[in-house]
T-cell receptor
Framework: SAVISQKPSRDICQRGTSLTIQCQVD?????MFWYRQQPGQSLTLIAT?????????ESGFVIDKFPISRPNLTFSTLTVSNMSPEDSSIYLC?????????????FGPGTRLTVT | KQEVTQIPAALSVPEGENLVLNCSFT??????LQWFRQDPGKGLTSLLL?????REQTSGRLNASLDKSSGRSTLYIAASQPGDSATYLC??????????FGSGTQLTVLP
């Protein structure tokens, strides 16, 4: 398994401001992902955080709104920029461990964001 | 585009019952399938991983099956307990190792 921590665990922010969420993994991993879970919904992939290159964003998510950093193989940040109430969600990072079809994805505890 | 559907959306059962949660997916070209548990306001806990070449996996009172050709998986929970109350999420892994999630089944086990 993997030990993943996220900071902050929760925050309440004013609209128009930005929040940076940190994700720390207990050992080096190649692939890290950021997901969003809106209230009452399932998880949606925001982007794949690549070490040494720009993140790969899914349809509907853009770098200006959700800039991602991946400075090394154990750490990543997701910034939610110019927030609006629609950004209120749980944001989760995840990592993949294992090889081929036996790899398994593990999730951090999530960051609960409320935008007022 | 992969789509994952879970039925039922919610389920309430008395303690001790055996139950089945269903998951279906539209694209059978998956690497594996995972079942997760999510408690209210919490992150996800991985329950079972079924590789694309496997038919089922078991862990304690949980048994998950996979029929890749028909795009279906089931999660069987034996002798349910109130502590099993949570949302259960099914997710399939695509070629880029990203997960596509179903909308979940909210399970309530009544004492």
């Amino acid at each position: 398994s993997a030990v993943i921590s996220q900071k902050p665990s929760r925050d309440i922010c004013q609209r128009g401001t930005s929040l940076t969420i940190q994700c720390q993994v207990d050992s080096q991993v190649t692939m890290m992902f950021w997901y969003r879970q809106q209230p009452g919904q399932s998880l949606t992939l925001i982007a794949t955080a690549n070490q040494g290159s720009e993140a790969t964003y899914e349809s509907g998510f853009v770098i200006d709104k959700f800039p991602i950093s991946r400075p090394n193989l154990t750490f990543s940040t997701l910034t939610v920029s110019n927030m609006s109430p629609e950004d209120s969600s749980i944001y989760l990072c995840s990592v993949v461990r294992g090889q081929s079809s036996a790899y398994e994805q593990y999730f951090g505890p999530g960051t609960r964001l409320t935008v007022t | 585009k992969q789509e994952v559907t879970q039925i039922p959306a919610a389920l309430s059962v008395p303690e001790g019952e055996n139950l089945v949660l269903n998951c279906s997916f539209t694209d059978s070209a998956i690497y594996n399938l995972q079942w997760f548990r999510q408690d209210p306001g919490k992150g996800l806990t991985s329950l079972l991983l079924i590789q694309s070449s496997q038919r089922e996996q078991t862990s304690g009172r949980l048994n998950a099956s996979l029929d890749k050709s028909s795009g279906r998986s089931t999660l069987y929970i034996a002798a349910s307990q109130p502590g099993d109350s949570a949302t259960y999420l099914c997710a399939v892994t695509g070629s880029a190792r990203q997960l596509t999630f179903g909308s979940g089944t909210q399970l309530t086990v009544l004492p």
